[in-house]
């Protein structure tokens, strides 16, 4: 077996794995919910997460799932927001000052 398709078998094994909890979430211990989370936001790929947003089993809980953990704005990202504002408001307000 080669190293490529040994790491396919991984990842597709691993989505199995995430599949099969959002089946059965919000019955999953704290530990599964941060499995999810970590792998939603760092290890899925694109179409990992189009795998599975499509298949039916695991629809109602991967609707849920999503809207409760991953999608929410978070603190971080407010500040991440407002230190853009930040940055565009002083880039404006440079521009204007040398502009007259």
Do not use: C
Request: proline share 3%; net charge neutral.
């Amino acid at each position: 077996m080669s190293n490529t398709s040994t790491i396919a078998s991984a990842i597709d094994a691993r989505r199995a794995h995430v599949e099969a909890l959002l089946s059965a979430y919000p019955d999953v211990t704290p530990e599964e919910r941060q499995l999810m989370v970590n792998w939603f936001r760092s290890e899925a790929s694109a179409l990992d997460v189009a795998l599975v947003a499509s298949n039916p089993a695991a629809e109602r809980g991967y609707r849920r799932f999503r809207s409760e953990n991953v999608d929410k704005f978070t603190i971080k990202d407010m500040g991440y927001a407002l230190l853009f504002a930040a940055i565009v408001a002083a880039a404006i307000l440079l521009i204007a000052w040398r502009a007259f």
